[in-house]
């Protein structure tokens, strides 16, 4: 079965500092990832995803992710937080060939001025 | 915004009772996704239409029911209502959603209280 971990509930940052939103996940084979980022009462917006090639993935508003395959972890990254970014942040996975897909418990990320 | 309306955005009702959720994706989008977030059981993956076929099932109850209809809105029905239903429903789209790479566009959600 696949399953998705974002070991934090919340992850506390300054603004101006980096910021590192961490997800793990098992699933059979070479899977898709997607990282989505929730603001209150919103419904989630996409931010990036991993398909294949460069592991470094480059999304919306600076954030980017890396795939490590031997690690199986795609954390989230941004090199410098602002304040704005404060929100919830979901990981999710979907197998190839697979259409099911899951997503992590979600982390909330608060970036302090 | 995504381009995905839902309706209602609110809905209140009692034990016992039957629901209907709308969903209209995003113009051009053939798949529907419908998702449940509680706070105890976090977001979870419902089932998913493609082109007016059910196209992925996940851990959607069997009192809870979709269809996308030939203009591709989809609805889904939650019937026999419990306490436990009481979340937010949302819908999302994507272009085919065969490949299983495509980005999900979120609908804004229907929060569902259950009296």
């Known amino acids: 079965a696949q399953s998705v971990a974002q070991p934090e509930d919340q992850v506390n940052v300054a603004e101006g500092n980096p910021l590192t939103v961490k997800c793990t996940y098992s699933v059979s084979g070479n899977p898709y990832l997607f990282w989505y980022v929730q603001y209150p009462n919103r419904g989630l917006q996409f931010l990036l995803k991993?398909?294949?090639?460069?592991?470094l993935v480059k999304g919306s508003y600076g954030f980017e992710a890396e795939f490590n395959k031997s690690q199986t972890s795609f954390h989230l990254k941004k090199p410098s937080a602002l304040v704005s970014d404060s929100a919830l942040y979901f990981c999710a996975v979907r197998p190839r060939g697979y259409q099911k897909v899951t997503f992590g418990t979600g982390t909330k990320l608060q970036v302090i001025p | 915004d995504s381009g995905v309306t839902q309706t209602p955005k609110h809905l209140i009702t009692a034990t016992g009772q039957r629901v209907t959720l709308r969903c209209s994706p995003r113009s051009g989008d053939l798949s529907v996704y419908w998702y449940q977030q509680s706070l105890d059981q976090g977001l979870q993956f419902l089932i998913q239409y493609y082109n007016g076929e059910e196209r992925a099932k996940g851990n959607i109850l069997e009192r809870f029911s979709a269809q996308q209809f030939p203009d591709l809105h989809s609805e889904l029905n939650l019937s026999s209502l419990e306490l436990g239903d009481s979340a937010l429903y949302f819908c999302a789209s994507s272009a085919q959603g065969l490949a299983g790479q495509e980005t999900q566009y979120f609908g804004p959600g229907t929060r569902l209280l259950v009296l």
């Open positions: 991993y398909i294949t090639g460069d592991n």
